[in-house]
């Protein structure tokens, strides 16, 4: 079963090399047939971003009990307290083939599919969740998946399995992890710009023209929502561009305070919250102007080398930190969670109609371990929003002693939820209850 929405010219504005679709508009036709322009837009579609951080988390610290407004949280998930009622708290479920390999690598590589991996640093492992959603769905929208990171890829091998397995949580093919996005400029070009390379115009100055001549067709409202839309973008532009000239370093500091030679505009900014930041809003802004459906942000890799020195944590890498319930660990996994309220914020600030965006859309947090010493029987899960009505929220629900509780019924009833039926995925037949 493929989506109903048509992917559709009046869905953008256009400018020179430019194109930068609208959001979500009552009075516009946005996902209808282009034929029929007198008839209002359809319903909003099912967004999904896949969201990971890796090592697990503190292991006295990761759980909630209760339900809706009364949800009690442990202080890792303390920062998503306000989104309570629209989160789903999913204890028990594992992936088999994880723990038929070793550590780190095979916990990690088949996390979205379920899938066996080779090893002998060769690279096998399954299509994705995600790509699948975007090779289905993606055909709606001008990018079919947007796949962002916040640390690099790591090339080598551990303990007989590539790395490549802890540093991609996307996969296109079993043999082709899609290739991430570290630079938050590239990001931002790929949703707005024709050809995705450096330029020193501005999106909003390409298009204006357009969006002046749209505003003459929308309601009062959705002058408002193209307005603060069209400004947020904006700060998005300026924040990049800030980013890479201030040349933050993150983690260590030189040996000059200030560094010798200029450094280049659309580099990546070292800052770690800064960059992680810049991520989340790009998210938010290819799902808020259905330039994309589908998008997966690896905020660190497993086996991570990230330090944090704005938590005042510089002592030790993310690696390091998790194999001990620390203080400074529980302040670096509240820093990962609170890029998911972020992004939850965010998209609950966004009207949809009835719905705010975070209703209409599926944002999976997981990690590679439930803590820091490798435990993948049991994974850590969050999902959050509402799939467009197609999943009550507000609830606790834990796997442990069901018979089935694999993270790929978890993927089949997310997949139907998105319009996509399919009778297995990974190793799993069968939906997860209660979802």
Not at 97 to 113: C, F, V, W, Y
Not at 243 to 259: D, I, K, S, V, Y
Not at 376 to 394: C, D, H, M, Q, T
Request: aromatic share 8%.
């Amino acid at each position: 079963m493929t989506n109903s929405h048509h992917f559709s010219r009046r869905t953008f504005l256009r400018g020179l090399g430019v194109t930068m679709a609208l959001p979500w508009m009552e009075s516009l036709p946005v996902w209808g047939d282009v034929t029929k322009a007198a008839q209002p837009g359809s319903q909003a579609p099912v967004r999904l971003a896949c969201l990971f951080s890796g090592n697990g988390f503190h292991s006295r610290e990761w759980w909630a009990r209760g339900q809706g407004a009364g949800m009690e949280l442990g202080r890792v998930l303390q920062p998503l307290a306000d989104y309570r009622e629209k989160m789903l708290f999913i204890s028990g479920l594992y992936n088999e083939e994880a723990l038929k390999g070793n550590i780190h690598s095979s916990q990690t590589g088949n996390l979205l599919s379920g899938a066996p991996l080779a090893s002998g640093g060769d690279i096998r492992s399954g299509t994705s969740i995600d790509q699948l959603v975007a090779q289905r769905y993606g055909q709606s929208t001008k990018v079919p998946s947007l796949v962002l990171g916040c640390e690099k890829s790591n090339p080598s091998v551990h303990k007989n399995y590539s790395m490549i397995y802890s540093s991609h949580i996307s996969w296109s093919s079993p043999t082709s992890p899609t290739p991430l996005e570290l630079y938050p400029s590239l990001a931002f070009d790929r949703l707005f710009k024709d050809d995705v390379e450096r330029g020193d115009r501005s999106v909003l100055d390409a298009v204006m023209a357009d969006a002046s001549d749209v505003r003459r067709h929308i309601s009062q409202s959705d002058r408002r929502k193209l307005d603060e839309y069209l400004n947020s973008v904006r700060e998005v532009e300026q924040r990049i561009e800030q980013a890479g000239q201030r040349g933050e370093l993150q983690g260590w500091r030189p040996t000059l305070e200030q560094p010798d030679m200029a450094r280049p505009a659309d580099g990546i900014p070292q800052d770690i919250s800064e960059h992680m930041r810049l991520m989340c809003d790009i998210l938010v802004l290819g799902f808020q102007t259905d330039t994309t459906r589908v998008c997966s942000l690896k905020l660190n890799n497993d086996h991570s080398s990230l330090r944090f020195p704005h938590l005042g944590v510089d002592y030790m890498i993310h690696h390091l930190l998790s194999h001990s319930d620390t203080e400074d660990w529980l302040k670096v996994n509240q820093f990962f969670l609170k890029q998911v309220a972020y992004i939850a914020g965010r998209l609950d600030a966004i009207q949809e109609g009835e719905r705010t965006l975070l209703d209409n859309s599926m944002l999976l947090f997981c990690s590679s371990m439930l803590t820091g010493n490798h435990e993948a029987n049991r994974l850590p899960v969050v999902l959050l929003g509402g799939a467009g009505g197609r999943i009550e929220s507000g609830r606790v629900l834990d796997y442990s002693d069901r018979s089935n509780r694999k993270m790929c019924s978890l993927y089949l009833s997310m997949l139907d939820k998105c319009g996509i039926e399919l009778d297995r995925f990974g190793d799993s037949t069968e939906r997860l209850a209660e979802i």
